[in-house]
């Protein structure tokens, strides 16, 4: 203790709760196992310890979390809010340290407590609060924002049980409830003091009121209430903390206590339960489901909490909302927020007096819409009869909408009635229903891709109409990761080798890895680009080992990644077609030359997905085959890691050779995941789709694997009647693996286990694997020769990674700033700010 006793005679005792040295975080760590835990060290869990250190360094952000709150009310700022169902933001606690910059003190503090910092911060339960690569950019856009020092909140849902924990139990995917919460949360701070009310149900009427205006009510027919919990955001080495605010439904008190009163305790739990249903459960598909209340239920409760809470920021410093779109970016993620169109014009009509003009203007200049997919089934709409019963107010208001929208088309278009029903925000070809992009598209001053090729075909195809109408809303923003997360914190090794020869600018400057590309040509550089590789390699393997009992070599074998959510359109059983044919050969001549690979998949399939799981299935039946047969001699390894999510997802991108990027060309809208690979020094075999496109551009045509279909010959190859099964009778080693598959070669149980998926391929094809089949086995092999030249395998992962600059989510997030949501930068003092030493 007398450590803290410094200069002499002038006492200086670090505050226990922001002290960022070894002695003061010791103390501070015990501190909080004791009168926080309430714990002896002796007795305490691991949990116990996770827990103490997370409190440890949540109190070392709270000053920075407090003060950038304080900055943006006080001065008239632009304030972003992101508006997402979902998001992915992965485990805290290391995340946190990096951006506090005291990794090394406090993994001193906890080695001599006895303890291990890895450990610790494997201890933690990620909050799986989002499904796949839309909630993952949320995350990573947080991250940014906080980092710019770009005022923002994110707004969202605290779902109970986020996205399942995948087992795989004989090769099926076995989903298991997500407890995240069960042993507590320590980053959130729930804020009672700021809940809200939400209307759902009942009717609508109309009266005039005292000045004789004619207005509309809302009579909901029951009310739930929204409790913000919030999670500070820390930007990287910075002051700014934005906050994540996601809500809770809970019941009104109101309910319970009238039921009491007439004795209905039974009724009164009921409703209790009903209500908080609403932010029970995410729903687990990455394509919206038709149809379910209680999925409109959760998109408009987050909206309509969301939006209360901004006005009611708004007018604690401003007089009235006339100037909500000056002060606040709303950003649509997806469709799922879109609801939100309606609902601010409720608010300002109904509850804040605004006249129909005034209020739209506000409303569009506040919103913006990035729309994430181009499958045309993936596309949101709600019939009108559910629509109209849980939300009648904004169903009128979504007709007066239209009739004004509707109004404008025809004076555009006056001879054309079919544009009427194109354009409609009610679809009327068969049973009706609102279309969630339309309002969207109408009610926003901007709509965006995100890749190139997305927004392109946004353009030509699925907002094609809107296009022609506006083409001054369209923009792209072509996605970005951040790499404090997706560099730093899951690649130790290729941080330090990279700042060893470009210093660390290049995390906040991510386009300074260009200096990286001389280095390509360095004999030594390239040496020990390889051993870092190695080294993360070895990681992985132990993984595997330790997870799945499997012994792979991350010496000599390639080591090929497919890692996202399983989905026909992304093609997880292409690989497997190819792995097949490797085995094929060796079968053939056990003694060929082959290139020693191991295939490493993981992902999560939607549980009421079929075919998705029963791919699943696929790869673990190929991979028991695969991984036993003697002739193989381990030189092909299959892999399926389960319950892939950001934690465990972290070891594996910076271990890949090879990653696979091979979606049907124009379905991807852009991926993430691809982005990270190639960071991480990965080389990529890919389509051309999404943001491959522009990956591709950026690191060149000879360091990227390049193969099949283009997006416009998929188009032109369907309208002209696409047949799989000339693809299949015309080639023989295709032919062989597809029978292989059907004759019940890698299901011997059950010979007809995976006919599902063979006649779904030979008689529709709707992803076109068997087109493209040729094509990826060809650039499959020139992997494979690429690969026997290590030396300059090595100098084309150098390049990737050197190239990649223009991926980091900071990119994304300056273009949004400049072009959507006119925002500036804040910076934020901290009087008391202790600088890192060292
Ligand atoms: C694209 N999720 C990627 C990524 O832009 C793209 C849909 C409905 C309900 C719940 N979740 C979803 C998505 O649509 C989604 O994740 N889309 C993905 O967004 C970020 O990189 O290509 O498929």
Redesign the pocket.
Known sequence: MNDNLTNGNQIQIEDDRTGIDVQTLKRAFSDNLFYALGKFPEIATKNDFYMALAYTVRDRLLRRWLNSQETYLKQDVKIVCYFS??YLIGPQLGKNLINLAIVEQVRQAVEECGLNLDDLIEQEEEPGL????????AACYMDSMATLNIPAIGYGIRYEFGIFDQEICEGWQVEITDKWLRYGNPWEIPRTEATVEVGLGGYTESFYDENNRYRVRWLPDRTVKGVPYDTPILGYKTNTANTLRLWKAEAPESFNFQAFNVGDYYGAVNEKTYSENITKVL?P????IQGKQLRLEQQFFFVSCSLQDMIRLHLATQENLDNFGELFAAQLN?T?PSIGVAELMRLLMDVHDYEWEQAWEITQKTFAY?N??LLPE?LEKWSLGLFGSLLPRHLEIIYEINRRFLHEIRTHYPNDVSKLSNFSLIDETGEKYVRMAHLACVGSHAING??DLHTQLLKQDVLRGFYELFPEKFTNKT?GVTPRRWIVLSNPELTELITSKIGDNWITHLEELQQLEPFADDPNFRNAWRQMKQQVKTRLARRIEKRCGITVDPNYSLFDIHVK?IHEYKRQHLNVLHIITLYNRIKKNPNIDIVPRTFIFGGKAAPSYFMAKLIIKLINSVGEVVNNDPDVRGRLKVVFIPDYNVTNSQPVYPAADLSEQISTAGK?????GNMKFSLNGALTIGTLD??NVEIRQQVGEENFFLFGLKAEEVSQMKSQGYNPWEFYSSNEALREVIDQISSGLFSPEESNLFKPLVDSLLYHDEYMLLADYQSYIDCQDRVSEAFRDWDNWTRMSILNTARMGIFSSDRAIREYCQDIWNVQAVPVKLEDYVQAKG
């Open positions: 169902a979902e989002g499904n796949g690569g839309l909630g993952r950019l729903y598909n990455d394509e919206p997806d799922h990035t994430h997919t993936a995100v890749a996605n959510r991807e809208a852009s991926g993430t999404g943001a």
